[in-house]
């Protein structure tokens, strides 16, 4: 199967003991450890990975690492797999992407036939019409040609997704020698290091070097390796960096999951990621066959892989050169060297599914299945980008340099300039030095201003100057396109051509370009596009490169899956202490908010029956709890709450309504007076977290001389409420030493006392449900023991548990508002009905002066008790009331059910001021469109509007 | 009263690594007790602890810091009454047993430091977090208060968080655990 496996190399990574089995488009092929994807198949005679997106044209191995535009597979449910870099695992099956109904016989390559439709911003130009085609045509059609693999949500199988956080001082982007030399020093200046490398090993160039680099790579990475400061984290990458030095890291080499993104916030970032290859531009140059210097060295050098029989190599720099060596030792036929220094050109490459022959600048036609070319590098300056840097063009070295960097990202190797291996090494160890000594003392600053860390033994590190000495740049010809027209962006399917094209339809800046035709915006994010795309430009328009300017490179610097950003969700839930024995009991739970709580545990119709009737126990825990102590607690509920609080007595309960500044009811609840200086305050459950965060702000802002300690006791305090006719008979048998008869034991009061044993119990005497009841407040590690107690001594009075859903009907019947579900983010508190409550004479209350522009209003809608005149029609909540005659839309149900009391159905409803009397008939629009009539009540109340059952 | 059980929000037992290396247990029972006052009250000056520091006291208790003016104190079980009792109240102070109120794991390992990394973007570093270090964090995604607590000359970690949290949270180290070696038992699970 290996035909073109070559005999052992001196640094190849292949393990020849093992034989690694895998499938390539339902074909078993084989391949050793060490191997990638690609290497494998090359190795067994593969010479097709791909079909261009547009075009459909047949494409082979061109840069054979990963940012290779043409290697992109699909491994059983992973799509768009970088099969140049992919380490190869028994097992695999690896498919071509984007080709049907194979890749041998590709019925896209139709689209050749219309290939001068498709050429710059064909898609702003085409499908327009006729319109109606669109959906039913256009848009299917399109999704069959929309490139990468499959992802087979329903029934792929993947690990789970991980992530972790990391606080090094040193981050340094790229494993190369440059890269590893400033992790050493780094580490050897007393800093904390990771190390990121993209490839599954560390070494960058030099591990398709000769003997001399690959032994400065040994003692590097055996350096490395071996430094206990310095986390390796080899195939994996840097996709971003953002504000403060936070910076993103996809690892791919962790044991547990496939992929773990770190967020790692660094003290100094390195950006060491090398450079990259550019292809060069010229007609046929996306024919297989046609490579890149780089990818013959890594073919030969790492995998041992012949890349084809007879070589034409077009170089222009010492890799070209090399490539040369390699390809002849290989014992490729060298059938031509063109130096492009020297002036000599490729124009073009000819071939059927292979290169046959290559077309020299100076007329000849050579004879060959090789096209190696050496053109130039692209600095991958994406990192700096997103630092805020924007790298400058040189000519003479002709590529892109850094400009400004912020102190906390230093740059080195390929990207900082040119040198020998030991000239890069020197620059990346000063640069490490650089890096560790300014992370070292932004460090000491946060230890000094961190109150949980101790406080630094020595002072700072002195702060040096970078006395760095500059690598050089070393002259290097502009070769970018030849005479003919080729490629540009590989992973697009854009030309030079079609370049042009747009610059003369007035695309001429690059930012334009690059959105109009999509050079630059394929999986490879421009890192082989970008300089040859502002180069066409350059041309095109008969200016500088320089002038040119670049496209901004923005995160991610290599496509990250979706899975590698979701991470590990975390959805955290909140349960009471009676969670259990409410899913032990049959309950059907409901998600409110981060809460679960039982719904109900059957029917919630009998279950608020069985109150009315009975006496029925509910878990209200979610219920907001903050306990405030204090000499200025009523101080604060006076600014906070709408109504009065200084006159409140110890052991009484008041309910009280909040609006936010502009006057909309923001939250409601009791509060009750449990000592002088001593209260417990209530909220919705929505709203706990909110109530305690404005509370803090106004105390610690508004009013920091106020003595109030707020301390939230939610989940502490299990909170039962005991509501029925006969809930006083059995509160009463569990209670020690309190009266609750109604003289000692009043309506809207409160008693702290001993529940079935249990001490520091809060009890409080209200009626959400309005029944006669008692919300007990229990500590929670006993709340089980008082809530079957209270079961177990009830069974003769019909005790039972009820859930959400009977709370709301109950609440419903008794006409009691939900902030936020009866109110909405533009009810004020006269829409609420809050104008017997409001106290506009206070001297001051949150959102006072809109409270009385507020009740000036007559234009506000009104919020009523409704019944439909059918009782059998339960309007949805939210169905809108309409004019009889006509659309216009008066107000809205906000909340409906069947009363199992009234056996009819009822609601509140916001409405427009016209509608509000009592007795006024209004439309409803039911979801299914049919209208019917319901008549506005006098209360909100349906059930005991005068309050007799709850003041018992 | 009666004596009742005490009802942890977390209903598994303490897990482990099967050298023992790593462990994660329920201390939700243990005593806790939320101090508020000004620094220059009594209370303040009797807790001698600065805010983002601990200290342990002859009695057993461990005294945090937790936020500036505001102090946690840590205790076996059911000594809530006398802690609450023995802190001086001159002054504007406030003094809440809030051991109902808030679920605690104790973390405990070397490898403690690489759990936390999965779920809290806190900086352990030694330096920056050493041992006493008292700070507050999203864990998971849940609003807690750390402590760092070594034991027996190893990495230890206090976590507590509003009660109703605690089933989850628990679940949601146990599995971040789970890389390092705890067999996370069948019905833990956050997913």
Known sequence: MSIHRLPIRSGELIDRSTNLSFTW????????????????LAAAGVEVFSRGMKYHRRRGILTANHWDPNLAVQVGDEPNVRAGSRRLVDGMEVTAQNVWPSLRWDLGTANRLVGRFLSAGFYYKTFMRPQFLWHNLYQRVLRKFAPGGRVHWKTGVHGEYDKRYAHPDVLVAGGGPAGMAAALSAAEAGASVMLVEQEPELGGHLRWGGPGDLAVLADLSRAVHSNPGIEVLCDSIVTGRYDHNWVAVVQRSHPVAPERLIKARVGSLIVAPGLVERPYVFAGNDLPGVMLAGAVRRLVNLWAVKPGSRAVVLSANSEGDAAVADLES????????????????????????RVSSVQTGDGRTLRADLLVTATGWTAPTSLLNMAGDRPLYDRTAARYFPQSLPDNVLATGGIAGDGSTTELTAHGRET?????????????????QTPRSLPPESDPPDEIADNRIPLRRSPHPERYRSTTHGLVDFSEDVSSKDLIQAAGEGFDSIELMKRYTTVTMGPGQGKLETVNAAAVLAES???EMADIGTTVWRPPFSPVSLGALAGRIFE??????????????GATNLLAGQWVRPDHYGSPMTEASNVRENVGIIDVTPLGKL????????????????????????????????????GVVSDDGVTGRLADNHYLMTTTSSGAGAVWEMLEDWLQTYRPDWEVHVTPVTGGLTSINVAGPRSRELLGRLVEDLDLSADAFPYFSVRKGIVSGVEDCIIWRIGFTGELSYEVHVPSGHA???????????????????????QRVLRLEKGHYIVGQDTDGLSKAPTAGLGGLVKLDKADTIGLPELRAAFERTDLPVLVGLQPDEPTVVPDEACQIVAAEGNEILGRVTSSRMSPTLKRSICLAQVDPSLAPAGTSVTIQLVDGRRVSATVQEHHAHVDPEGVRQRV | MYDLEFLSP??????????????????SASTKVLVRAARNTAAGAHLKVTYGRSRHRRDGTLICGSRPGEWTLLADPGRGAELVASLPDEGFVSVVDITHGRAMFRLSGADSIGVLAKVCNIDLADDMTPDGAVFSGSVAKVTCDLVRDDRDAGRSYLISCERSFGGYLFAAMADACAEFGINVPAGLSVH
């Open chain 1, 541 to 543: 328009r008969a200016v």
């Open chain 1, 432 to 448: 490490g030095s650089l890096a560790a000594q300014r992370a070292l003392r932004l460090r000491h600053a946060r230890r000094t």
């Open chain 2, 10 to 27: 977390v209903s598994s037992g303490p897990l482990s690594t099967p050298d023992g290396g790593l462990s994660l247990e329920d201390a």
């Open chain 1, 572 to 585: 955290p839930v909140r349960r009471s202490a009676l969670q259990g024995w409410h899913e032990a009991n």
């Open chain 1, 784 to 806: 089980l023991h008082v809530w079957e107690s209270l079961l177990a001594n009830g069974s003769d009075l019909g005790v039972a548990p009820f859930g959400v859903e009977a």
């Open chain 1, 627 to 662: 306990d405030l102590r204090g000499p200025d607690v009523a101080n604060l509920l006076d600014l906070v709450y709408v109504n009065r609080w200084q006159k409140l007595e110890v052991g009484r309960v008041r309910y009280g309504a909040m609006v936010a500044e502009d």
């Open chain 1, 330 to 353: 290989a014992g490729v036929e060298v059938v031509a060297v063109l130096d492009a220094r020297a002036g000599e050109d490729v124009v073009g490459a000819r071939g059927r599914g």
């Open chain 1, 25 to 40: 488009n339902g074909r078993t092929f084989s391949g050793h450890e060490g191997d990638t994807i690609a290497s494998a």
